[in-house]
């Protein structure tokens, strides 16, 4: 296997190029390659020709190598498939928004947590990721958007070539890999600059992991995946609702935001069914479940994040029409619950959760 340069100590580096006979500060120079997000030795053009084809022959840059890279038409999301050395496949997506430029970064390969409409626990958990292989996918955004073809940037500015937010909702569960994904975000704060604020992390309700990020401490921002606003309805979508009870979550999440004074955010994914005659019913998303919905987030500093669902063919879902997503929303504002839509990005791209990835292994 290739040394990966980027996982490396700076002793380390400098003792691999000594080794090969170089002088010493040729490691510097790698390293700022390598924070960078160099995705090969090709572009290191400081370094004498004969030792990047050296390097290429017995190292790599970072722990993920670019196996896909897709554009939306827009060319406002960019989602990247990454391999890692033991060749388990991982997704992460560049969104270039009004707000800045944000990156979905995957936590695991694959997932354990079993939801229905979900395609990226369908070949179940292969493993945690490292620190290196999390704060990577950061680096291959902060990459692209410096030397990609896109010129289209947040807030319509041109030099704004800084990934400036990051959400942990790719691929998995962050909070079963709760000390490798603190690791990643104290690493992207300290050497990306990247405020706490700007940080979100998603979780499908793992609790004794949400008052572990109470006592990290740090105030970035938690989005609870709800998408259910009862245990019976709950139960039958997202199996860890059997382990934790929506009461307890969000109990979890009250703390949470209370701590840090930050907005609670809940996703809300719709979700229909189709009946024998071929029809489209709502499943978690009907007048009634609204209504529920509004009683249990009454009073929180929340925000619903409604979410039309992505089709995944294995899945035995549909997603409802704009009408019964509006009169959904309808009732959560006529009951005082913020709440907005969220704007399907790079849906021509396969963008929503490891479709990408299982897309790729079906070929
Ligand atoms: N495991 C974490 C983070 C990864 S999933 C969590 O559950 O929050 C990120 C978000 O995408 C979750 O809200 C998840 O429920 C949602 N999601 C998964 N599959 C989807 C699909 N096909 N369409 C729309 N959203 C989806």
Redesign the pocket.
Known sequence: MKTVLFSLSDAELQKFVMDLGEPRFRAAQIRDWLNCGAPDFAHMKNLPESLRTQLDAIAQTLPVKIVKKLQSADGETTKFLLELNDCEQIECVLMRTTYGNSVCVSSQAG?A?G?K???STLLGLKRNLTVDEIYSQILVAQWELRHGDVKIRANGDANNNDVSHIVV??T???LQNTENVIGFLERANRDMNISWRRMTV???GIVPGIYDLIKWGRPINL?I?L?APTDALRSTIMPINNKYKITEVLAAADEFTKTHNRQLMI?Y?LLGKRDDNGETVLYNCTPEYAEQLSKLLAGKNAMVNL?P??A?DERDFASPSGNAVHRFQDILIKNGIHTRIRRERGTDIGS??GQLRLNNKKD
């Open positions: 997932c947590m939801c409409f979900c395609a909702m790719g998995g569960e962050p998603s979780t499908c989005a995946s998408h996703e994914i979410i669902w992505n995944v929503a959760c």
